[in-house]
């Protein structure tokens, strides 16, 4: 079966940061990109960051550009999310996904979510003002 699992989530202050990481199992997605993803209440899930498989490349939303990096480790089937600076608009629920679309190294990922083919199952970040 496979899976992809997030941790790190949790309630902080504006300002204050946060390591997401998503372990995969079952398969390996070291031949894949890999994304994160984010979703608010009544809205629409959206792209947050995205990496290539070998981690060359990575591709971010404008939203969060320069605040968050995304990162990989192939030898752990993980994935991870560093988020600095948060802000109440970065309140969400954040899931990790693979897209098997392509394989080059130079692709990050979609943007669009329904391209991707597994995701976990969210871990909630709530940001304070």
């Known amino acids: 079966q496979v899976q992809l699992v997030e941790s790190g989530g949790g309630l902080v202050q504006a300002g204050d940061s946060l390591r997401l990481s998503c372990a995969a199992s079952?398969?390996?997605?070291?031949?894949?990109?890999m994304a994160w993803f984010r979703q608010a209440p009544g809205k629409e899930r959206e792209f947050v960051a995205g990496?290539?498989?070998?981690?060359?490349?990575?591709n971010y939303a404008d939203s969060i550009q320069g605040r968050f990096t995304i990162s990989r480790d192939n030898a752990k089937n993980s994935v991870y999310l560093q988020m600095n600076s948060l802000r109440p608009e970065d309140t969400a629920v954040y899931y990790c996904?693979?897209?098997?679309?392509?394989?080059?190294?130079?692709?990050?990922?979609?943007?669009?979510?329904?391209?991707?083919?597994?995701w976990g199952q969210g871990t909630q970040v709530t940001v304070s003002s």
């Open positions: 996904a693979a897209d098997l679309t392509y394989d080059g190294a130079y692709y990050t990922g979609s943007y669009n979510a329904h391209e991707y083919a597994y």
């Open positions: 079952g398969r390996t997605f070291s031949s894949h990109a």
């Open positions: 990496i290539s498989w070998n981690g060359g490349r990575t």
